[in-house]
T-cell receptor
């Protein structure tokens, strides 16, 4: 099992460009998440999907959209990138049951110039 | 531990010594806790978890202690090795039904040769 995979690993954008970060998990998990992590700071939740067909905002959703394409895949889209969105983005998944571990992907390092 | 802005608390430990990393949590109703290890440039990696009906749980070279009275978790790493150098943070599921998790900002462990 690959666990949680993310593409791309690195990306550089110019202000105003758009892009989609891809995430997939092969653990048959119900819930998936997108976080951003800035230097020296903790993880901040952007959006999550408790189950296939649902998505909800986290604490920092502005400037982002998500799509739960199917049970395996959860994508994050930046419609018009801004320098403030320079960050490392992590996707995570969990079974969705109470008291269960979240598993993380390797991250996408995004720089917006 | 708490972190302010870019300054993660740092624990420096001599190779071969034991390390103790602490975490305070706020929700007395929390019943599940997770420790993650995050190496530079990588995603958070699950280390060990503990449920609230336990005070102690041991893994390979790691032990987690839970003190519910003072809402405190600790991660003990025995015979610390250079490969243990990373940021360690605790996590707990947010209040029931939200599917979210609460993450500590983390402690940086530096292993001195």
């Amino acid at each position: 099992n690959a666990g949680v995979t993310q593409t791309p690993k690195f990306q550089v954008l110019k202000t105003g460009q758009s892009m989609t970060l891809q995430c997939a998990q092969d653990m048959n998990h119900n819930s998936m998440y997108w976080y951003r992590q800035d230097p020296g700071m903790g993880l901040r939740l952007i959006y999550y999907s408790a189950s296939e067909g649902t998505t909800d905002k986290g604490e920092v959703p502005n400037g982002y959209n998500v799509s739960r394409l199917n049970k395996r895949e959860f994508s994050l889209r930046l419609e018009s990138a801004a320098p403030s969105q320079t960050s490392v983005y992590f996707c995570a998944s969990t079974t969705g049951q109470a008291s269960d571990t979240q598993y993380f992907g390797p991250g996408t390092r995004l720089t917006v110039l | 531990g708490e972190s302010v802005g870019l300054h993660l608390p740092t624990l420096s430990v001599q190779e071969g010594d034991n390390s103790i990393i602490n975490c305070a949590y706020s929700n007395s109703a929390s019943d599940y806790f997770i420790w993650y290890k995050q190496e530079s440039g990588k995603g958070p990696q699950f280390i060990i978890d503990i449920r609230s009906n336990m005070d102690k749980r041991q893994g390979q070279r790691v032990t987690v202690l839970l003190n519910k009275t003072v809402k405190h978790l600790s991660l003990q790493i025995a015979a610390t090795q250079p490969g243990d150098s990373a940021v360690y943070f605790c996590a707990e599921p947010a209040p029931s039904g939200t599917y979210k998790y609460i993450f500590g900002t983390g402690t940086r462990l530096k292993v001195l040769a």
